[in-house]
Nanobody, 120 residues
């Protein structure tokens, strides 16, 4: 069993910053691609960013230039640095990871979600 534990959400004012973390733990061989999704109020869940095991990244147009995804492979952890936050960034942010198990099977997991609220 693999668990993704998220942390770092909270309430910030517009223009502020937050740093989210997501750590994978449990029985696995390695963590492959990791990413962040978010679900804004009244909207469908959307991909925010993803990062491969070799560090290749992509970003939704809405966050390019403001958000930065990174990872620490030794800790099986992915981070999301969010700068210049806008009210439109308010959402529940979910970590996603694709793992390769010790049985060589590929599986996907989701974090529990962390609330990010950007408001004056």
């Amino acid at each position: 069993q693999v668990q993704l534990v998220e942390s770092g959400g909270g309430l910030v004012q517009p223009g502020g910053s937050l740093r989210l973390s997501c750590a994978a733990s449990g029985s696995l061989f390695r963590v492959d691609t990791m990413g962040w999704y978010r679900q804004r109020p009244g909207k469908q869940r959307e991909l925010v960013t993803a990062i491969t095991s070799d560090g290749t990244t992509n970003y939704a147009d809405s966050v390019k230039g403001r958000f930065t995804v990174s990872r620490d492979n030794a800790k099986n952890t992915v981070y999301l640095q969010m700068n210049s936050l806008k009210p439109e960034d308010t959402a529940v942010y979910y970590c996603n990871a694709r793992t390769i198990g010790i049985d060589w099977r590929t599986r996907e997991y989701w974090g529990q979600g962390t609330q990010v609220t950007v408001s004056s």
